[in-house]
């Protein structure tokens, strides 16, 4: 998601700051700059078992969460005020997987989006009888709250192939509206790599749709050759889009493409892509396989935050997909003298296992 077009750019409020003379008396720029609350220092892990995590900070002033539970067979949205209030907020189901056929089997990596005066839901499913022909999915609700209404089955995502496709996720740049997900593309050696689409609407691609990155670093390909869960937030003039790569146990990790705002966002050369990773597992802080991001904006509506999941521990007996402790985490994102997106590291547990966030 990008929330790039709900937050003023810095720069931009300084010369707001200076256009209408409040810097006349040289005074600090801090004294220039409303002075915020200060938010409550984050609560980690935020959500426990709860992976691909997904927030929106919507304008009634809750932050909105979404992500894949462990059983794989629903969709569940919890609110708060606050990040940290995410973690005690009532949770409600609003969808569930079908017995049979379409949408019965794995209920993954749903994300809420606000489009044209309505909420849609993209996630990723199954026919119950063949589990592994995931696709991507499309819900809408007209209701202004989320919680209530009807959630209404758009249908599939059609793309240019029917394969294996999941982690769609949707945001607008000047004016028009793009889809991004992975996808595995016939003939290639690999699980997925990430597409980039126009929108006619919320539910239907348009135009062509072009290849972003392939899986061909070795950390992208351990264990599975992955590209996957890409996340859009735009700063400084570009694009950022993360993605995650390899398979999902320690070795899972976060990647960075990057494109100039001026750039033809559908031209694959716009777009490039960082030879390293960007976010890792790390033994000191023992939080491994970081990974399915998304951004948001803390309280004070101008800072930003990652949205990730990570374990708690590097082992893992069995198919990491059935192990459930992939928990939601969320931390400050930095930035680079250069303008470029500064993840640090996944931060260390702070919450006990009988504490209530604030």
Known sequence: MSRAHDVPDRRLLLKGALAAG???????VASAVPQQKKAAPFVNPLVRNRADPFIHRHSDGFYYFTATVPEYDRIVLRRSRTLNGLATAAE???WTKHPTGVMGAHIWAPELHRIGG???VYFASAPAESIWDIRIWVLENANPNPFKGTWEEKGQVRTAWETFSLDATTFTHRGTRYLAWAQHEPGMDNNTALFLSRMANPWTLTGPQIRLSTPEYDWECVGYKVNEGPSVIARHGRLFMSYSASATDWHYCMGLLTADANADLMNPASWSKSPTP???SNDTTKQYGPGHNCFTVAE???????????RQYKEIVGDPLNDPNRHTRVQKLGWHADGTPDFGIPV???????EVAS
Do not use: E, Q
Not at 22 to 28: G, Q, S, V
Not at 300 to 310: E, K, N
């Open 118 to 120: 309505k909420w849609y």
């Open 278 to 280: 960007v976010f890792t």
């Open 22 to 28: 409040a810097l006349a008396a040289t005074p600090t």
């Open 348 to 354: 260390a547990d702070t919450a006990t296992d009988t």
């Open 92 to 94: 409600a189901v609003i």
């Open 300 to 310: 004070d509506g101008r800072s930003d935050v990652l949205v990730y999941h990570a």
